[in-house]
């Protein structure tokens, strides 16, 4: 029986590894995506494009302006003269802030009076104008306070747990190994019978002396093997080419990997029994990773989501697995944590990988 099984596994990889085209699509582009989506996918907005309209003639605005044209985050474009000026630059896309002084801002502040500015921000990008408004009162408070309150003897230390530097890559990296991770092993899982269909060899499994559930063990490890390698391979780039500490165990790692890819393989086997070329294998891979990332939380907190998608996230094994990896990269989660998010994925892989089963079986017989 596994010298049958072996032989179908082995002739799996073989048309895998074979394929120009299989190659490109398990270790080209997902390196390529390892690669870019890194500095793509961030959540700093820097480089913010600000014009000033300033009526103002004294010192103090000024200061203003030059303490936004010290900021790393802001640019300063240029000015603008008039309230006209002021919508036509934001409608033309040629600065994403503008900042309007008003003419008695500096004697107001002379005088110890409030002394308002207003800020308009292109609201296009909702999630941008948040971070930008928030950066614009870190800005505007440091420049309202006394000297003495500046000056202290002690002043404030703020550090962020598991994440000091507030890094992008750290929270990015774990949850897109997950996602390279599904698209690597739903690939080669969706094209493997839609493969032999499309090529003419699927009618010679029917006269092989392999049985129905050897069919399903040589179709799934296949599967298995790369989806592992590659995790691997995507794990070290994290660690050693980013820079991204591993503060947990990989052991506790390792075996989430091992049942996310489990429940993707049996998912990847059911569309490729279900399609008929490898286009349709291809389409149903789209359709089923779009809304895996979408409801896994690797962008958008799944707390923030309405609570019937809230439900729907937990037929989503990559929403466990992003949760493994980021906490076992971040802060050493232990090992009764990872076994919380390890067994409902074990619960899709069975489900996942019996429905498989049981469409080879009925294609096949």
């Keep these: 029986m596994w010298r049958r099984v072996w032989a179908l596994i082995l002739k799996e990889l073989l048309a895998v590894l074979n394929d120009r085209k299989s190659r490109i699509v398990i270790v080209g582009v997902p390196l390529m995506q390892l690669l870019i989506f890194p500095y793509a996918s961030t959540f700093e907005v820097t480089a913010i494009r600000m014009a000033v309209f300033n009526e103002d003639t004294g010192t103090a605005s000024h200061d203003l302006i030059a303490a936004f044209a010290s900021a790393s985050s802001f640019q300063v474009t240029g000015h603008v003269a008039s309230e006209e000026a002021v919508r036509e630059t ?90 390279l991770v599904l698209v690597v092993t739903l690939s080669v899982t969706a094209f493997s019978v839609a493969r032999e269909k499309e090529v003419g060899t699927f009618e010679q499994l029917l006269v092989t002396p392999l049985h129905k559930h050897e069919i399903a063990i040589g179709k799934t490890v296949p599967g298995l093997i790369v989806g592992f390698v590659e995790s691997l391979v995507f794990i070290a780039v994290t660690v050693w080419f980013y820079g991204v500490p591993m503060a947990g165990s990989l052991a506790l790692l390792l075996a989430g990997v091992v049942v996310f890819i ?8 059911a569309i490729s029994t279900l399609a008929q070329t490898q286009q349709q294998a291809l389409f149903g891979g789209f359709f089923f990773i779009v809304p895996s990332v979408v409801l896994s939380g690797f962008a958008t907190p799944i707390f923030n989501m309405p609570e019937w998608i809230q439900t729907l996230t937990y037929l989503n094994p990559l929403r466990y697995f992003i949760v493994i990896s980021r906490g076992v990269f971040l802060k050493d989660l232990p090992a009764d944590a990872v076994a919380a998010q390890i067994w409902p994925m074990a619960v899709i892989a069975l489900a996942t990988l019996l429905a498989a089963a049981l469409l080879v079986r009925r294609r096949l017989y």
């Design 262 to 269: 489990l429940s993707v393989v049996g998912v990847g086997l």
């Design 90 to 179: 934001v409608e033309a896309g040629r600065a994403d802030i503008i900042l309007r002084i008003g003419e008695s801002f500096s004697a107001d502040l002379a005088r110890g009076r409030m002394a308002p500015v207003q800020v308009i921000v292109d609201g296009r990008n909702s999630n941008t104008a948040l971070i930008t408004l928030n950066y614009v009162r870190s800005i505007t408070r440091d420049f309202s306070l006394p000297p003495a309150s500046v000056n202290l003897e002690m002043p404030p230390v703020e550090r962020s747990l598991y994440n000091p530097n507030l890094l992008s890559l750290w929270f990015i990296l774990p949850g897109l190994v997950g996602i």
